[in-house]
């Protein structure tokens, strides 16, 4: 099992910036790729960010410019630096790590952007 778990989430004002980050640990060996999704209340869970073991990325159209996923392998971490944050960010986010076909969830950490 990989267990995971994110830091970093706050309040903020339009136009800030927070870091997240979160930490795998457990059977780590084998992850190929990891992540962040986010769910706003009342909506979907949606994809953020993800990032492979190639290094390559994906990000969402509403986040592209603004966000930047990267991982750390040596600490088996991933981060999210969010710049240029707005209201329409505000969600709990979960980190996530795909594995032989399973993809496992941290509990995630709420992000507050007030206007």
């Known amino acids: 099992q990989v267990q995971l778990v994110e830091s970093g989430g706050g309040l903020v004002q339009a136009g800030g910036s927070l870091r997240l980050s979160c930490a795998a640990s457990?059977?780590?060996?084998?992850?190929?790729?990891m992540g962040w999704y986010r769910q706003a209340p009342g909506k979907q869970r949606e994809m953020v960010a993800t990032?492979?073991?190639?290094?390559?990325?994906n990000y969402a159209d509403s986040v592209k410019g603004r966000f930047t996923v990267s991982r750390d392998d040596a600490k088996n971490t991933v981060y999210l630096q969010m710049n240029s944050l707005k209201p329409e960010d505000t969600a709990v986010y979960y980190c996530?790590?795909?594995?032989?076909?399973?993809?496992?969830w941290g509990q995630g950490t709420r992000v507050t952007v007030s206007s």
């Open positions: 996530t790590a795909s594995k032989a076909g399973y993809v496992n």
């Open positions: 457990g059977s780590v060996l084998g992850i190929y790729a």
């Open positions: 990032i492979r073991s190639s290094a390559s990325s």
